[in-house]
């Protein structure tokens, strides 16, 4: 199984999806094909736009998806589920996922109310679903968006992903060493993601191997020994500037010196000269510490002569809007051959009927100009529609883009959005309108629910 | 293997853990003895105590540590390592962990600087396992934390925790799960959780069960009928009250009814009203979405009839503190014998040399009343020492805790700190001071290391 793919993962839902599912079985409506829609409600403050992220991992989910005789004996013995008849357990042992997926691709821009993902299939296999895939996106979409605004606050020097100390768990810093890669990281320090992702990984020397050795300059020497022109040494455990010239009066090869703490300004700037007078020109200067893509653009714009950025905690938890509002919403249900389109009415939580697709137009130039969200069938000819079939009835369609191709993706796509709409900070937004014939689809569909009128209960009731 | 140990979870570590790894087998100081500690820096502005939780899972993973062929040749093969010797890789598949662990319980209060953890083992091993161990009890301990402050504000009404969703990864969610309940949640809506650890799982129902229904009260009345007297019935898909009043007219039994938008205050009081003027004292009330302690404090300062507070973003996040400031740093090293302390001195991130005991007084009436962080060998009879040692030699020392112990714990622990340091808001800091022994401690590590003043750099050299 794929990492981060756990032991017992069908079980890895809320158990509302569990107890619905028994009641879609029992109500007769396991047979009714639903479709669910994956977006984002509204972007967070802090961000003018999402760089989506995370589908391999929500259909490597959807593949592995199912329910074996312990899982099974769990629900089938605990009291949420002792007055569920037997047969609906039977159908659960069976349960594989046999539907059909659109998708958004890894590495596209996506905006408040554009569908990520949309799920076509037998009510029970979707339902079941929603938990683990809006953590899986949500989580990755938020990371790979923060990445993207680190990276583009850098102006060309690189950065590198160094958080998974501080993620969520492990696990979740094995995600973000991904999503990162995808919003246009150098690289990371997770091994995992390099063994499981072939994502480039990174490192240097932590302050214990410093600390291990009586005296500092033993520590860079036995360092540089080893590892050569490939060694870069950590510079702060004691004093930067003195460590940068221990370093230098060894006269062994390093590819670097990383700084960790202090006035990363200042430092550089005097350790650029220190290396640059010992003839050091190559050696590269890293900076790591609480950084994030405001210190970033600081520095940049000073010309701090730091040449990698180690982005850790800011990064891995997306600090400053470290959850996204991500909704998994039923937009129509299918019986017998009938579409019935559902919209939800909730105060200032509506959500809109319908399979959808998102229309993007470009200007002259090919740069985007404006999103439509409209009926799946529409058809806009000058536009890009985003939503792609990625799994056909179980199957994959295609094979899924390399990672590679995601990232060069998103530096297409960020490329493509006019500087207005990503501007670190007040940002314009950018243009998302909702066609006309899904705002009359809205409608229809509010006639027939909501709000109901005092008294107008009984004619529900009666219908 | 437990969840969330993943497949290579040897590789879930910093790339440098591993290179610096190598280093030390090629400097001849695999045989060292380090001593680390886990501790958090500062603890964030928006807290004023952490609760300690993850300490299971941390040595679940030091027991699963070890690196198979696979995972070797992965590393072997990168460019990284070209220049380490073979012997470090063969040292590298016979590592286990085999070293000595202390830590604080579960479930109890530790503040900033505070160790919760202190692992003392062959350097290699302490090393490699930094990364892992940071961000597993970093996590935990952050949920654990909002948890304790979310049931507090709760005011006696319960809490559980729904928030798998909008955690950073479906595993993420497990683990907030499991730190929620330590905190003091009720339950879960992670079946995972339950089925692995035991934790009690919740559930209603959701917007799309509603809506595959075309009529509203129909799919409260299908619910009802499989689940009855257990049923919890989502009301707000169209209208909160039209919702409970169709749900009343049904006649049919059900535990209770859930609120997810609105004005909780207003619409709580009007929807008891309905519950009782039916004679159905008994139904529950819960409500759910964007709820944290301090919206629930201003629910339970108003009285507002709400039984269940369903609690998710907010919770699995930490949003408001989505990060602690974890740090994982050597205070001592031995070699043939000798024991030699190690402290930092990067600016402003001074790290305390050897090891260390946190000692807790009380006042008369057993209140927790001030902290002293001291060297580990000193003995204060008053006080509390928290640190116990839970592994040793990689031996389990005794049976781990059960997680309702650990939960009855949080709840003692909590009732022991004075109100004074557990507001929500402008808590005045809890007491904690270093012993004089300590502190001579740092002082003669400083004069042998740092800051060295200009020119002092030969010195240490030829030391």
Not at 153 to 180: D, I, Q, W
Not at 318 to 346: C, M, Q, W
Not at 374 to 390: I, K, N, R
Request: aromatic letters at 10%; proline letters at 5%.
């Amino acid at each position: 199984m794929p990492v981060p793919i756990v032991p017992h993962v069908g079980l890895l839902t809320d158990l509302y999806e569990l107890t619905m599912s028994a009641a879609y079985w029992q109500a007769g409506k396991s047979g009714e094909v639903a479709t669910f829609e994956l977006s984002v409600r509204s972007i967070p403050a802090q961000r003018s736009f999402l760089l989506a992220a995370g589908l391999e991992q929500a259909i490597e989910y959807l593949q592995a998806l199912r329910f074996n005789g312990d899982e099974i004996d769990f629900l089938r013995k605990h009291p949420s589920f002792e007055s569920v008849p037997a047969g609906f357990f039977e159908y659960l042992a069976g349960l594989r996922f046999s539907g059909t997926a659109w998708a958004v691709p890894e590495g596209s821009l996506v905006f408040s109310e554009e569908p990520l993902l949309r799920i076509t299939a037998p009510i029970v296999e979707a339902q079941i679903a929603e938990t683990y895939l809006m953590a899986m996106m949500a989580y990755q979409t938020s990371v790979a968006t923060k990445a993207a605004r680190v990276v583009e606050a850098a102006g060309g020097r690189g950065v590198v992903e160094f958080g998974t100390r501080r993620a969520h768990g492990p696990v979740a810093g094995f995600l973000a060493a991904r999503a990162s890669y995808v919003g246009g990281c150098l690289g990371t320090s997770n091994t995992l993601a390099g063994f499981e992702l072939g994502i480039p990984i990174y490192g240097t020397t932590a302050h214990s191997w410093t600390m291990s050795f009586e005296d500092e300059a033993e520590s860079f020497r036995s360092f540089a020994e080893l590892y050569g022109s490939q060694a870069v040494l950590l510079v702060d455990t004691y004093d930067s500037i003195e460590g940068v010239k221990k370093a230098l009066r060894l006269g062994l090869p390093f590819r670097g010196v990383r700084l960790d703490s202090g006035n990363f300004l200042d430092l550089s700037r005097q350790v650029r000269k220190l290396l640059d007078d010992a003839g050091r020109t190559e050696a590269l200067i890293l900076a790591s510490g609480d950084l994030n893509e405001y210190v970033i653009r600081t520095l940049a714009e000073e010309s701090a002569p730091i040449d990698i950025f180690g982005v850790g905690t800011d990064l891995v938890t997306s600090r400053d809007a470290p959850a996204l509002s991500g909704i998994y919403k039923i937009v129509e249900i299918e019986r017998n051959g009938v579409v019935r389109h559902t919209a939800k009415f909730s105060e200032s939580k509506v959500s809109y009927p319908g399979k959808k697709q998102v229309f993007r137009y470009c200007d002259a130039e090919g740069n985007y100009s404006q999103d439509v969200i409209g009926v799946a069938s529409e058809v806009y000819p000058q536009a890009e529609p985003l939503l792609e079939p990625v799994i056909k009835e179980g199957i994959l369609v295609r094979p899924l883009p390399t990672l590679v191709e995601i990232r060069d993706r998103s530096t297409a796509s960020l490329a493509r959005l006019p500087e207005a709409y990503r501007r670190l900070e007040n940002s314009d937004a950018y243009p998302v309108k909702k066609s006309a014939a899904l705002e009359a689809l809205l409608e229809s569909v509010r006639s027939r629910y909501a709000p109901l009128p005092a008294g107008a209960g009984e004619a529900a009731k009666s219908r």
